[in-house]
């Protein structure tokens, strides 16, 4: 059974620095993997796809990466700003009923 | 732009009722999931759906039913509502291409049964 784990659970940071989240998951045959981005409150963003095939994908000051074999990737975030506060949810699909697995979330508060 | 909607942001319910939660994509997507998030548990797969009229359980199907009658709409219904059905419900469409995947979220339904 595929598992999720977003380490660490909360994390808060001043502005201005570059921080990365962790994910990781014990089944490595992945189609692809999905950084959402959620607000309390709110329903999920896609933030980032990476299929099985490619190492990393990158949007404006985000940047994921992939490490299929080792059953890792990371979601590195540039120079963030308070409005980079929220939760960060990774997810895998293995194509097995067509779900995606989701991690519990990082919350990350960047601080002024 | 992908939109999910959800009929309802906030609902409070009585133990017993029956309760319908209503999902509409407009991107003629082929695929449409519902969720439940709670807190330290995440989010967790209750149905889906791939084409009209079929369904498929997810990992807590127990308590719920689905119908997807038309290809942009996905309802969620609770039989007879209990209070450990309140909970952040969100509903979620991916487009046809098996190799994708993408999933898009609705806005979610916090439900409240007393």
């Known amino acids: 059974k595929q598992e999720v784990t977003q380490i660490p659970a909360a994390l808060s940071v001043p502005e201005g620095e570059n921080l990365v989240l962790n994910c990781s998951f014990t089944?490595?045959?992945?189609?692809?993997l999905q950084w959402f981005r959620q607000d309390p409150g709110k329903g999920l963003t896609s933030l980032l796809l990476i299929q099985s095939s490619q190492r990393e994908q990158t949007s404006g000051r985000l940047n994921a990466s992939l490490d299929k074999s080792s059953g890792r990737s990371t979601l590195y975030i540039a120079a963030s700003q308070p409005g980079d506060s929220a939760t960060y949810l990774c997810a895998v699909y293995t194509g097995t009923a067509s779900k995606l697995t989701f991690g519990t979330g990082t919350r990350l508060q960047v601080t002024l | 732009d992908v939109k999910v909607t959800q009929s309802s942001r906030y609902l409070v319910k009585r133990t017993g009722e029956k309760v319908f939660l209503e999902c509409v994509q407009d991107m003629d997507h082929e695929n449409m999931f519902w969720y439940r998030q709670d807190p330290g548990l995440g989010l967790r797969l209750i149905y889906f759906s791939y084409d009209v009229k079929m369904k498929e359980k997810g990992d807590i199907p127990e308590g719920y039913s689905v119908s997807r009658e038309k290809k942009e709409r996905f309802s969620l219904i609770l039989e007879s509502a209990s209070t450990n059905q309140t909970s952040m419900y969100l509903c979620?469409?991916?487009?046809?291409?098996?190799?994708?995947?993408?999933?898009?979220f609705g806005p979610g339904t916090r439900l409240t049964v007393t």
């Open positions: 089944d490595s045959a992945i189609y692809n």
């Open positions: 979620a469409s991916s487009p046809p291409d098996r190799n994708l995947r993408e999933q898009y």
